[in-house]
């Protein structure tokens, strides 16, 4: 995930209404909504009654979804789906555009979120006035406790998720710092002498044999051998100078972190706006017989 402390890069600025900047941001989400309305076009085009795989899946899940939103808005409200499920994959995949390496998660930069969230503000602001009137409406804002209510909900949906998203991508930029100091601390360690990476090959050769034949911890004893034997590989190529300050534990290990930061976290927060999105709206929105 491509997440910068300074903010989104800017490609290039168009030179109109003072200056349109084009930055990652942009491009990302550009690109999603591109992904999304080829997605739904193709997806669209060939349905049947009879579906195949693609078109079974993609009615369940909208089906799931749309069982959800009428478990927290009503059936009444059903018809918010497409404004609801729009918001969902443009939030879950604005995240995951961020896991290509060269884009930055859209939902890494607080405006966009805030974008959608003062959205659904307006929608329900609309459907006041619509069920109450625009006097009542006002008058709601005589007390200043409901001032401050209504502009810091979508304040706080923005900000919780961007935090989130933006928080989890600074970890991961951090972490892989992290693994680059210590990859050159393990080589100095490992190639100070060429007998140290010699011992960890007869060792790391000796263990994939032993899991070769043993009959517990197969799979364990393998993967420690490889790794002695990488590593040593390595510390040879560092001890020789054809090689230097490779960042060995670069690989493999952020990608573990990258299946909850990334994959899990953005799976979450996507899911919990999108959730907010529905209780919120679905305040403004009480079946018929309320508004009698």
């Known amino acids: 995930m491509d997440v910068s ?4 890069y800017i490609y290039f600025t168009i030179p109109i209404f003072g200056g349109i900047n084009i930055t990652q941001t942009v491009v990302s989400l550009f690109l999603v909504s591109l992904i999304l309305a080829v997605a739904g076009i193709v997806i669209g085009r060939n349905l049947s009654i009879r579906p195949g795989k693609l078109q079974a899946l993609v009615e369940k899940l909208i089906l799931m979804l749309r069982g959800l939103l009428v478990d927290t808005m009503g059936e009444h409200n059903a018809h918010w789906l497409p404004y609801i499920a729009t918001i969902f994959l443009s939030s879950i995949f604005g995240s995951y555009i961020g896991l290509t390496g060269f884009l930055r998660s859209a939902t890494a930069d607080v405006n966009v979120v805030l974008v959608w969230a003062i959205m659904t503000s ?12 625009f006097v009542s409406w006002i008058k709601n804002y005589l007390n200043p406790l409901n001032i401050v209510g209504d502009v810091a909900q979508p304040i ?24 680059s100091v210590a990859s050159t601390l393990l080589l100095n360690a490992i190639s100070g002498t060429i ?3 010699i011992i960890m090959i007869v060792l790391g050769a000796a263990l994939f044999v032993w899991g070769l034949k043993s ?3 197969k799979l364990l004893k393998k993967i420690v051998g490889i790794v002695f034997a990488v590593l040593a590989v390595f510390g040879i190529l560092q001890y020789t100078a054809i090689l230097v300050d490779v960042p060995i534990l670069q690989f493999g290990i952020p990608a573990v972190f990258s299946v909850y930061f990334d994959l899990f976290s953005g799976f979450i927060q996507a899911f919990v706006f999108t959730l907010l999105n529905m209780v919120y709206i679905s305040g403004a929105c009480p079946p018929p017989e309320e508004n009698n």
Do not use: C, D, Q, W
């Not at 600074?170 to 710092?177: G, K, N, R, V």
């Open 156 to 179: 706080s949906m923005g900000f919780r998720h961007f935090g989130n998203v933006a928080g989890g991508g600074i970890i991961t930029t951090i972490l892989y710092a992290a693994l």
């Open 5 to 8: 402390v300074t903010g989104a």
């Open 215 to 217: 009959e517990k911890k």
């Open 195 to 197: 007998v140290i990476p």
């Open 122 to 133: 307006v929608i329900i602001a609309y459907h006041n006035i619509k069920n109450g009137g």
